[in-house]
Each structure stands twice: as structure tokens, then as C-alpha cells.
Nanobody, 122 residues
Framework: QVQLVESGGGLVQAGGSLSLACVASGNRSRILVMGWYRQAPAPGEQRELV?????????MYGKFVKGRFTISRDSAASTVYMQMSSLKPEDTGVYYC??????????????WGQGTQVTVSS
């Protein structure tokens, strides 16, 4: 597994933009997929896919994204970025970085960051 450290996030008004970054350290060999999941603050909410990017650059986004977010990756630096725009109050939640190694799948890998809070005010 790798260690993942997120940065960015914070408080923004609806319609605003935020950027997130996640850096992987430790055993970074064969990081096949990196990306972001989020968990809304309401009790019982499950962690859901926001955006992930494969080592070849192919991407997958959650259905709610609808062109508002862009994920990118610097493989040499083992870093993934996400630019979020047109943010809505329902985008509020904790955003977690995730990495998958060894065997490809679009499902979450075993490595998780601690999470970074994103709050969108109305």
C-alpha cells in the first residue's frame, strides 16, 4: 500500500471553484488507478465515486459530476489533481483520495487518504 496525503478543499460559495491534490508516498510501484471518492455528512451516507484516473490517462466520473470536475495525474510525481467548478451545496462532504495497485479495476483500491473537507455554502 501507499500513503496518500490530500490537500486543498475548504469553504466556497455555490458556483465557486476548488482544487484538490493528492500525493502518494511509500511503495508507489504499479499505482494503476488514483482518484477521489466523497462522503456526504448526512448519517448513513455511503462513500461514492467522484473521479478516478487510470495510469494510461483514461478516466471515470460519478454521474453527478456532469462536466463540472476535471481529474488529472502526474504519474512521475505520483500525484493526482482534481479541479472542481460550478460547485453546489450538495457537493459538500469529505473527499478521500484512493489508490489501486497491482491489479486493475475501477473499484476502489486498498489505500485511502485521511480525507479533506469540502464545504459549499448556498
Amino acid at each position: 500500500q501507499v500513503q496518500l496525503v490530500e490537500s486543498g478543499g475548504g469553504l466556497v460559495q455555490a458556483g465557486g471553484s476548488l482544487s484538490l491534490a493528492c500525493v502518494a508516498s511509500g511503495n508507489r510501484s504499479r499505482i494503476l488507478v488514483m482518484g477521489w471518492y466523497r462522503q456526504a455528512p448526512a448519517p448513513g451516507e455511503q462513500r461514492e465515486l467522484v473521479a478516478v484516473i487510470k495510469h494510461d490517462g483514461s478516466t471515470m466520473y460519478g454521474k453527478f459530476v456532469k462536466g463540472r470536475f476535471t481529474i488529472s495525474r502526474d504519474s512521475a510525481a505520483s500525484t493526482v489533481y482534481m479541479q472542481m467548478s460550478s460547485l453546489k451545496p450538495e457537493d459538500t462532504g469529505v473527499y478521500y483520495c484512493n489508490a489501486r495497485q497491482l491489479r486493475f479495476s475501477w473499484t476502489p483500491g486498498a489505500s485511502w487518504g485521511q480525507g479533506t473537507q469540502v464545504t459549499v455554502s448556498s
